[in-house]
């Protein structure tokens, strides 16, 4: 069954949100991919909600910036640079900042993380 295969996925990647948020967005497995490599290929629809659930987006933008290893300085930036500019619409308690940086980026994600806890 097609949502049974998708279900498998899901719990296969459950730990690495940029994985399962590949599948969702792909419908397939990142197959043979670093991680940089599937970060590139869904930066661009993690502020769309109606592609990727608002939890997974938070996870994922927190993961490129902090977890992520760059195979270079310009891959990271391009990649990091992208992510940033979904933060405003995935972490709205962010929106009234102009230029938003790592740290501030941080600080809402564990702020978040905090709350999903209780």
Known sequence: MEGEEHFQSKEKYQGNPLAE???LV??????NMEEWQIAQNIVEVIGNESRVPSN???ECIYWIINSVSYPND??????IL?????VRTVFPELSHIDEVHMDQ????????????NL
Not at 82 to 86: I, P
Not at 105 to 116: G, S
């Open 21 to 23: 948020d590949y599948v």
């Open 26 to 31: 792909h419908k397939k497995e990142p197959m």
């Open 56 to 58: 997974l987006a938070k």
């Open 74 to 79: 310009e891959t990271r930036r391009s990649i």
């Open 82 to 86: 992208m992510a940033e500019e979904s």
């Open 105 to 116: 980026i941080d600080y809402a994600y564990r702020q978040w993380r905090a709350k999903q």
